[in-house]
Structure formats: structure tokens, C-alpha cells
């Protein structure tokens, strides 16, 4: 009898271990079920964690406006030395990006939160250039990790085709924090107390990144594996359909893949595609407001005028994302962004005369919307095209760095001296944003010959087909790369 019961639990253990090595199959409405959870959980938090990271570092734009710069006794050269700080800090720390891969997101970033909230409120206490300069410096610091890691934490949740809309509604967070910060800055240059209104610009805006952390800490998941919102079948459900091999928590690093990563040459071509919208994405965040007051409007107007053109960038942001994930190409929606942008810059750097100020004021709008969508789509086509996930993190760490070191020439590119028309700051805007156009279709074609040699080789891949990412990834017979 003893045998018998021994016997049929040996036998049930089987099965049940059978069942375990079985992969498990993810309907599509568990997928959909899945993917509303991240999207009502996950995407807003990280969202306005972002938006708050861009609203302290780009105040600096609408401060120097409302009289920073002149109240501080700052040259243009010392205002360039102002900017630069933080990009210095934010590139020589852009690699603490991995720490997302070691430490647990909730803590890491609610404690990013509180650090870079202290910084941009304490830049209102300032006095001089080297105070400034240094809350800037430690703003920079805290800020690298979040800005660099935030994509490659969404790719945790998302895949490859659901992965450019989230991850270009994040970044689009940028303009929208950029329209909040001109909003917010209008309104606060007209308060009047005790305290200049750049200061108040600077304290107010930083409050609520601080008064948000403990959202973060208590609401953002760590992996879809740990996600608290899901039940166990469905935390299994979701590291299934990411073909997860850890089921408890994130992977540790693949060294391999990550050296692999750093000498992919798409990933150096997302990169100059990075650094040369990053001139412009870090130019116009600092001297937009700058830009327009000098086309005849007042400091507090100037402010006021480029919130709507920032909502329409983020809108803008939206649509791409839209169209790019329903059609899946990538390539094609940062040619044609690239190329409004360029038709902008091209407007603002040869009108110099006063009387085309509306033209020039369109003129900006084109060259805003036309370069944060191609920004966008161009992270979302890196990692879209890096399947592994170590692979993934180094394509953003040769992105980050070296893309990010066109901010330093941005800062430097429109100085007083050249209002007010700025012909030489808008001009290498132009040649960049032309040469965006150029490396897009670049790499499109190659990836599409690319495509076309596999279909030739192993025939077309069968929908939502499993690949063996760890193993082979892009070298996978079915793998396809994202055009």
C-alpha cells in the first residue's frame, strides 16, 4: 500500500514537473490584460518622474530670461561654464545607467527623486557663478542615471512592437516638461515678493519632484516578476511573453553581449543621430525662450510663447509613436521629422531681418516639432534592434555618452553677442538636423537589405514566432530588425 502511494506521488511530481518545463503559453488576452496593468501602473509613474527630471533641468533656460544671468553679474562666457556643468556631470556619470541592473528600481529612483529636487531648489539660493555651478554639477549627477536607465527599464515591460509608443510618450515628456516649465515660469515672473522671480522659478519647480518620491517608492514595480499589481500567474504570464529566463528578478549583466553591444556599429549610428538631435534638443531647452524674446517680446511674453510650441512637440511625439508602432517603421518617421527640422533652422538662419519675425516665430515650431519626435523614435529604434538585454544597455551607454557631448557646443553656440537673429547657432542646428535625414536612411536601407538577405536564406519568420535571444538574438534565423 506503501509502495503504491509512494509510487502515484512519484508520479505526480512528474507531472508536475513536466508541466513547469512546458513554456507556457500567453493568450492574447492575457497579453492585453498585461500590458493595461504596466500601462495604468507603470508608464504614468515613470512618466512624471521624468517630466520632473526635465522641469529642473531646463528651468535654467526660462530663469536666465526672467534675469538670472544679469542679476548673478554672469558674462556669456560664465553662463556657458553654467550650462556645461551639468552636461559635464550628466556624461561622466551616464554610466551609472546600469545601476537600474543592480539595484531595486523603487529605491534607486525615489532616492534619485529627493537628490535632484534638493539641487534644483537650492540653485534659488545661489549668489554667484560658482555656487550655481556647483548645485548644477550635483544636479547633473543625480539626473544621469534616471535619464539614461528610464527606457531601457521600460524594454523590461514592453516588447519590441508595443515598446515605441511607451517609450515615445516617455520622452515626449521632455517637450511637455518644457511647455510646464514656460507655463509655470510666466506665471511665477510676475510674483512679486522678496525673492527675484528666477528664484521662485527655480524653488518652486524642484518642491515636487521631492514630494514625489514616496509615490515611487511605495507604487513603482521592479520587474514584471515582482510586480505586486499582478497575481503569481500573471507575473509568470509577463516574464513568458518577454521570454525571461529569470522568473524572480532582473538578469545580471551578459558580459559578452554587452562588449558585443559596444562595437555594433547601428549602435554609433543611433549615436550620431543622438548627438545631433541632442544639439538641438539641449540648445532649445536652455535659449528658447531667449530666441523669441529677442524677436520684440517681452521677457514675461517670451516665456508664455513657447509653452504651445512645446505641447505641440509633445503631440507630435504621440503621433509618431502611434504611427510607428502600427506600421513598425521606425527609419522613416525620424527622415521625415529630421526634415521639418531642418526646413525650421533653415528659416531661422537666413531671415535677419526683423520684419520676418513671424516668419522666424513659425520657423520655431517647425524646428521644435520636427527634432524631439526623431529623438524619440531613434532610442526606441536602438532598442528595438538590440534584443539582448545587456546588449540593449550598452547601446544606451554609447548613445548617452557620447551623444550627449553635443550639449557642451549647444550651450556655447548662442551667446548674447549673437541676438538677435542667433545665425550661427541656428545654422549648425540646420547642417546637424540635415545630416539626421541622411544617417536615418542610411541605416534604414542597410537594415532592410539586411532583412531581405534572411528571407532569401531561411524564408519569411512566422508571427510572433519565440526567439532564442539569450543564445542567438540577432543572429536567430527569424530575427528580423525593426526598419
Request: hydrophobic share 50%; net charge positive; with cysteine.
Amino acid at each position: 500500500m506503501a509502495e503504491d502511494k509512494s509510487s502515484v506521488e512519484m508520479k505526480e511530481e512528474a507531472r508536475v514537473a513536466e508541466e513547469h518545463t512546458q513554456p507556457i503559453s500567453v493568450t492574447p488576452e492575457q497579453e492585453r490584460v498585461i500590458r493595461r496593468h504596466f500601462d495604468r501602473r507603470i508608464v504614468p509613474i515613470v512618466c512624471i518622474a521624468y517630466v520632473l527630471s526635465y522641469l529642473d533641468r531646463g528651468n535654467i533656460g526660462n530663469a536666465k530670461t526672467a534675469g538670472a544671468q544679469k542679476d548673478l553679474h554672469l558674462s556669456s562666457s560664465q553662463w556657458t561654464w553654467v550650462l556645461n556643468a551639468f552636461y559635464i556631470a550628466y556624461v561622466l556619470m551616464d554610466w551609472t545607467q546600469i545601476l537600474w541592473k543592480i539595484f531595486p528600481a523603487h529605491i534607486f529612483v525615489a532616492s534619485l527623486c529627493v537628490l535632484w529636487g534638493i539641487c534644483a531648489m537650492s540653485a534659488g539660493a545661489v549668489h554667484g557663478l560658482s555656487s550655481l555651478v556647483v548645485v548644477r554639477v550635483f544636479l547633473g549627477i543625480f539626473e544621469a542615471s534616471f535619464g539614461a536607465g528610464a527606457p531601457y527599464f521600460l524594454s523590461l515591460f514592453y516588447q519590441r512592437q508595443e515598446l515605441a509608443f511607451r517609450t515615445s510618450l516617455l520622452l515626449g515628456m521632455s517637450p511637455l516638461a518644457n511647455c510646464f516649465a514656460s507655463a509655470l515660469a510666466y506665471g511665477i515672473s510676475q510674483i512679486r515678493g522678496s525673492l527675484q522671480p528666477w528664484r521662485f522659478i527655480f524653488i518652486i519647480e524642484g518642491a515636487p519632484t521631492i514630494l514625489f518620491a514616496p509615490v515611487v517608492f511605495f507604487l513603482l514595480p521592479d520587474s514584471p516578476g515582482t510586480a505586486k499589481f499582478l497575481d503569481e500567474r500573471e507575473q509568470t504570464h509577463a516574464l513568458e511573453r518577454m521570454q525571461t529566463r529569470d522568473h524572480t528578478k532582473k538578469s545580471g549583466i551578459h558580459w559578452k553581449a554587452f562588449l558585443a553591444g559596444l562595437v555594433d556599429y547601428r549602435n554609433f549610428i543611433h549615436m550620431a543621430i543622438h548627438f545631433m538631435c541632442n544639439y538641438s534638443f539641449a540648445g532649445l531647452s536652455n535659449f528658447l525662450p531667449t530666441i523669441v524674446q529677442n524677436m520684440g517680446y517681452t521677457s514675461i511674453n517670451a516665456q508664455g510663447l513657447t509653452a504651445p510650441i512645446y505641447f505641440l512637440s509633445f503631440l507630435c511625439c504621440v503621433a509618431a509613436a502611434l504611427i510607428s508602432d502600427k506600421w513598425g517603421n521606425r527609419g522613416l518617421i525620424i527622415m521625415t521629422s529630421a526634415t521639418v527640422g531642418t526646413v525650421g533652422y533653415i528659416l531661422l538662419a537666413i531671415l535677419e531681418e526683423k520684419k520676418y519675425n513671424s516668419v522666424r516665430y513659425f520657423a520655431v515650431w517647425l524646428a521644435v516639432c520636427g527634432i524631439y519626435p526623431a529623438l524619440a523614435i531613434n532610442i526606441t529604434w536602438l532598442l528595438n534592434n538590440n534584443v539582448n538585454e545587456s546588449k540593449r544597455g550598452a547601446g544606451l551607454a554609447v548613445l548617452a555618452v557620447f551623444g550627449q557631448c553635443s550639449s557642451f557646443l549647444s550651450s556655447a553656440m548662442f551667446p548674447n553677442a549673437d541676438a538677435p537673429f542667433f545665425q550661427r547657432g541656428c545654422a549648425i542646428g540646420a547642417a546637424f538636423t540635415g545630416c539626421i535625414v541622411l544617417l536615418a536612411a542610411a541605416l534604414f536601407i542597410r537594415l532592410r537589405t539586411s532583412n531581405a538577405h534572411k528571407d532569401r536564406l531561411h524564408g519569411r519568420p512566422q508571427a510572433n514566432e519565440q526567439l532564442d535571444i539569450t543564445d542567438l538574438g540577432e543572429a536567430h534565423p527569424s530575427f528580423r530588425y525593426f526598419l
